[in-house]
Each structure stands twice: as C-alpha cells, then as structure tokens.
C-alpha cells in the first residue's frame, strides 16, 4: 500500500467522520445560540439550562439521522476494507 492510498483512505474516513458529525453538531449549536439568546434576554444565567434542552434535541435529531449515519459506514466500509479484504 502506497502513501497516496493511505492518504486517501484517511481523507475518506475524516470525510465521513465529517458528515456524520455535522447533523448533531449543527443542533447542538443551534439549540445552544437559541437558549443562550433567551437567557440573555430574560437575564437568567443558569448554566445548566443549555444541557437539558441541547440533549433533548440531539437525540432527536440522531434518531432521524440514524439512518444516514449508517449509510455513510457502510459505504466507508464497502470502498475501503472489501477491497482490501479481497485483495
């Protein structure tokens, strides 16, 4: 295996790692900017606020990406490890 297939096969993982990130990541952020907003407004500082609310979402969220997120490694795990494994 050369270094350019290595190089490869890691910019594919880091790809994907990427793209499953991205949904719960974008919610957690939107979720946190909207909360942070509202305690800003009404002058509440309590830290734990954010958690309940961003956790809630995020799974949410996972549970109508899961799918997505699956399709993703099983199409990392069909370009990259079958044709090692039958090489």
């Known amino acids: 295996m050369t270094d350019a297939e290595i190089l490869s096969i890691l910019r594919q ?23 942070g907003l509202l305690q800003a407004l009404t002058s509440i500082q309590e830290m734990t606020l ?6 809630g979402v995020m799974l949410l969220v996972f549970i109508a990406t899961a799918g997505f997120m699956a399709r993703v490694c099983v199409n990392l795990f069909d370009t990259i490890v079958i044709p090692i494994i039958s090489s």
Do not use: D, E
Request: hydrophobic letters at 75%.
């Open 13 to 35: 993982f880091f790809w994907s790692a990427a793209l499953i990130a991205t949904p719960l990541l974008l919610a957690a952020l939107l979720v946190g900017m909207l909360v």
């Open 50 to 55: 954010t958690f309940v609310p961003k956790l």
